[in-house]
Every structure is written in C-alpha cells, then in structure tokens.
C-alpha cells in the first residue's frame, strides 16, 4: 500500500491555497439540463484553479483502456494544459492489447504511462479517475484516494467516496470531456488545424465517442455525442481515425472464431454461448469481437463468449441486443461470489479465478484439452442456468 498525499492539505503542499473542501456533487439523470451539468463543472473549475502552476495531475481509467478511456485522459489532459497551464500523465494498468487500442496508442502517442513502474503519489497533487468508478480503476496494487471521478456509466462511486463526481449517463466518457472542454475554455483557446496535438486529441476524443455508441446508435447515445462528433469533426487526422475505426484483426482472432462459430450452442429464445479455448492475456479483446460478432448473427439477441485467460481465470464478454437483459446485472451473476462482473447497457464482462483448477502450461496437451473440456461444459451449463432464472 501506497501512502497518498492529500493536495488539499497545506502540509503536503505549498501549491494549493486555500486549501479545497472536498464536496461529493453527482449529476445522474440522462435527462439532467445543462444547467445542473453548468454547476458540477464549476466545482471541477474551482478545484483546479487552486492548484499552483507547478502542480501535475494523474490521470486514470478502468484496466486495458480502450479507446473512450483513452480519448477522455487524452482530451482531459489537452484541456488541463491549455486552460490551467497543468500539466498531467495519463496512467494505465493491465494490457493495452486489443489491436484498435493499440492502432490508437501507435498513431495517436498517448504517453500511456504504467502504474507499476512510474506512479509515485507524492509527484501529484491531484488524481483523477475516468470511464469508470473506483471499485473498478486500474491502479495495480496503489491504494489511490481520486479527488475527482468523471464518468457516463450507470455505476456510481460508493457512498463513502469523499470526492468530486461528475457523472452523466451519455453513451461515452469522451463527449462529456469535450463538453467540459466547450464549457470552461477561456476565450480565445481553442483546437487548430494545423496543430498536430490539437488533431491527434479531436481524432481520440471521436475514436472514444462513436466506438462506445456503435458509430452513435446505440440506445445510450445522447445529444452530447452527435455535439461532441459534429464541433471536433473539421480537426480530426481524416486517415488515423479511419485506421483506428478500422482496425485489422490479427490471424489468431480470425481461426479461433471461425471454430467457435461451428461450436456455438445457440438456444430458442435468442441466447448464444461458446467458449474459445485457452487463450493468452494479450489476445483476451478477442473475447469482445467475438461476442459482438454473434449478436449479428440470425436469431442471436444476447451473446456471451468466455475463455480460460492466462492459464488461471475465466473471462468472458456479453453482449446484448435485448432491452429486457440488464447486463451488469447478468455479468455480475456470471462473476459470482469470488468474481467480479459489470458493464453498461448491452455490453459488459465478467471474471473469476480458477483456482485450483488453473491449467499448468507443463502439463502434456491431452491433459490441457482435456481440463478444458471439463471447463467448457461446466462453464457452459452454468450460463444456461443464469439465464433461465
């Protein structure tokens, strides 16, 4: 554990003056006016206009951050920097493996920095969480104290979180960044199109905004997403946003779902399971492409595709296309009493330790097939039997 220092406390710090009480300020109605929105970034304002010039802020999100969370600690550090002269590092935990995120890491330089080897607390005065709250942040084993919390999902921090929240439930983290953006920037301040950083943060903030929207028409997707996308469209890099949006699969994910297809048990009201094997940590995004390609499929209204993980956990991915199938409810289930499971509507993700039935990778490959046969069938069984209670 990792002792913080607190930025408001005068002790830690002679760069903020006058020391900031913290106020816990939630906005959590999709339908909340901009006015209500008006005063939450006003704390968010008076919070950062304290801080001394010398001060730097650390950015955070969920674990292997894909492109939304990506898009908003690139957009939120642009907008630090530009309009309070704050400087900030983005920090990621876990992989970023998935071939989008890293086609929008190589081309978009987002300085992601891991929170094992470069995180010290006493460098920042402010930690900030985004994309997601902090039962669910990637932190490695730091005990982080956010003094802000800026997210869109239906999970809210715990009522023992002190801290600044601003929350609103759009469809991405990225269109309240940039509202935030449009919002607070001083006059005069504002992208350039022949700024290379200005068109590299446009083009993040649209990658995370339409990618968490299915291209804006996903039923979460909100005003601040067609906004958002129509005012950074003119500064956007028009052949890196066509890369990330676009992005090739690798060899391994195209065989092993064109096997899981034939194996795939598919009942009568629309559900469809498979399991895809035993697969790498670094090839673990593969489970998502999976389960959002089955729901494509005749019939398929609900998908889940899991896999043993690292030779030691299951993961698996669900994706929905029905309005009755709360998914972080589901997900939550299928993580069980020793897991964890979440998400949003129509998407989520679950995990849980195989404990003693984790596969040695010493072991000879009949007893690998074997062990994941037994995995299969009894992961298998126990979707069904969430899904029909």
């Known amino acids: 554990m990792v002792e913080e220092v607190d930025p408001l406390n005068k002790s830690n710090t002679e760069s903020i003056k006058p020391p900031v009480k913290k106020v816990a300020a939630k906005v959590s109605s999709k339908g909340a006016s ?26 955070f999100s969920h674990p292997h951050p894909d492109p939304d969370s990506i898009g908003s600690m690139m957009g ?25 995120n890293n086609t929008m890491c190589n081309l978009l330089e987002p300085q992601l920095k891991p929170v094992f080897e470069e995180y010290k607390s006493s460098d920042y005065s402010l930690n900030i969480l985004l994309d997601t709250v902090p039962s669910n942040a990637g932190v490695c084993d730091f005990d982080i104290n956010f003094d802000v919390v800026i997210d869109h999902h239906r999970e809210l921090p715990s009522v023992d979180y002190k801290g600044l929240v601003v929350h609103l439930k759009t469809g991405s983290c990225s269109a309240i960044i940039f509202y935030m953006m449009e919002s607070l920037l001083k006059d005069g301040i504002w992208f350039e199109h022949d700024a290379d950083e200005d068109k590299k943060v446009a083009t993040a903030l649209i990658s995370g905004v339409i990618t968490d929207t299915e291209y804006m028409m996903s039923e979460d997707t909100t005003e601040y997403e067609f906004e958002a996308f129509s005012k950074l469209f003119e500064y956007r890099n028009v052949n890196f946003l066509k890369q990330i949006v676009f992005y090739k699969r ?61 030779n030691d956990r299951i993961e698996g991915s669900v994706r929905s296309l029905d309005p009755s199938v709360s998914v972080s409810d589901f997900c939550k289930k299928l993580g069980g009493s020793y897991g964890t499971g979440g998400g949003k509507h129509g998407k989520g993700a679950y995990r849980y330790s195989l404990g003693g039935m984790s596969i040695d990778v010493d072991e000879d490959d009949d007893t690998i097939n074997k062990t994941w046969e037994l995995i299969n069938q009894k992961e298998t069984k126990r979707i069904i039997r969430q899904i029909k209670k």
């Open 76 to 100: 939120l550090a642009w907008f630090l920097e530009k309009n309070y002269e704050i400087e900030a590092d983005c920090f990621f935990d876990g992989e970023v493996a998935h071939p989008q």
């Open 34 to 59: 901009r006015r209500a929105l008006q005063g939450e970034l006003k704390k968010f304002d008076n919070l950062i206009s304290k801080l001394d010039k010398s001060c730097k802020v650390a950015l």
């Open 250 to 310: 690798p060899k391994f994910w195209i065989d092993a779902k064109a096997k899981a297809c034939s194996q795939a048990t598919i009942d009568n009201e629309g559900y469809a399971v498979v399991g895809l094997g035993l697969i790498p940590d670094k090839q673990r995004d593969l489970l998502a492409d999976m389960a959002e390609e089955m729901v494509s499929w005749a019939s398929v209204e609900t998908a889940i595709a899991f896999a043993v993980v690292g």
